[in-house]
């Protein structure tokens, strides 16, 4: 038995079209469904439903054998024990950041200077800043960042950004690309050379271009 941890969400969304495109259909609606574990038609293949952060810790400590998840989560994390094979180009985004309209974030960020940033990417932002020589101040949040800069409490927000309609909606901009955002399969090493032959399909439909 293979299991593959996905999120909610986009990564879901864009992982079922490229599993049917194998005749790897589930066999109930994970929209509808409570359920957090779904079979699917190929004995061998079950899903298990769980938080965006958390994937790489299930596919970490062998729960599950194989996970998508997002190139932010990766790199703020830096789990150990983990093959990165795929990059599938899905769900999207740009880890940007992002000011009030009006403020003068060139000066902000002038060698020396220090900035109070939201984020959850605590570690990312750290390492992005300090290599501008940019001190911060971070705060971390974990939702509705773009209310951090609005109230006071941040200068400026490191965050996710895909259409970019929320942070026009209050009346924020994005001014700095801090990293290009995608999907990858990831493998449990030690599931990788034990379930090999089981694993090999799977991975080879992942390894298909994605049109």
Partial sequence: MITLALSRGRILEDTIPLLKKFSITLEENPETTRKLILQTNKPDLRLIL??????PTYVQYGA???GIAGWDVLTEQQPEGLYYPIDLGIAR????????EGFDYEKAVRQGSRLKVATKYVDITRNYFASKGVYVDIIKLYGSMELAPLVGLADAIVDLVSTGKTLKANNLVAVEEVLDVSSRVIVNQIAFKMKAETLKPILDCFQQPQT
């Fill in 50 to 55: 769980v938080r965006a952060s958390d994937v």
């Fill in 64 to 66: 599950a054998d194989i």
């Fill in 93 to 100: 985004c740009k880890l940007m950041v992002a000011v009030p």
